[in-house]
């Protein structure tokens, strides 16, 4: 009924960028807060950065300065721009969003997650 789709994820040089984009689809009737987790290999899913619909932003103190968020809200889109990557931002990335469903209840919704992996 509704799906979160990531795209954007690959191999990036230390140093280099990434963009990483998630859509929200499917009987939507409302978005609230989207965000993008990742998990990196042996460890617990952690949360890197989230944006409200009214646009206020949080990040994960590891990642302030080199990563943005951003959103369509009419689009239902949420994407990640990552700079400065380094190895420690190797992990797969999910997208995350609260999602109110035609003729359903307010519930988080997960993407199928995204690779990015930091090597030279």
């Known amino acids: 009924q509704v799906q979160l789709v990531e795209s954007g994820g690959g191999l990036g040089q230390p140093g280099g960028s990434l963009r990483l984009s998630c859509v929200a689809s499917?009987?939507?009737?409302?978005?609230?807060?989207m965000a993008w987790y990742r998990q990196g290999p042996g460890e617990q899913r952690d949360l890197v950065a989230s944006m409200t619909t009214s646009g206020d932003r949080t990040y994960a103190d590891s990642v302030k300065g080199r990563f943005t968020i951003s959103r369509d809200n009419a689009l239902n889109t949420v994407d990640l721009q990552i700079d400065k990557l380094a190895p420690e931002d190797t992990a797969v990335y999910f997208c995350?969003?609260?999602?109110?469903?035609?003729?359903?209840?307010?519930?988080?919704?997960w993407g199928q997650g995204t690779q990015v992996t930091v090597a030279s």
């Open positions: 995350n969003a609260a999602i109110l469903p035609l003729g359903g209840t307010w519930r988080g919704y």
């Open positions: 499917g009987r939507i009737q409302r978005v609230a807060a």
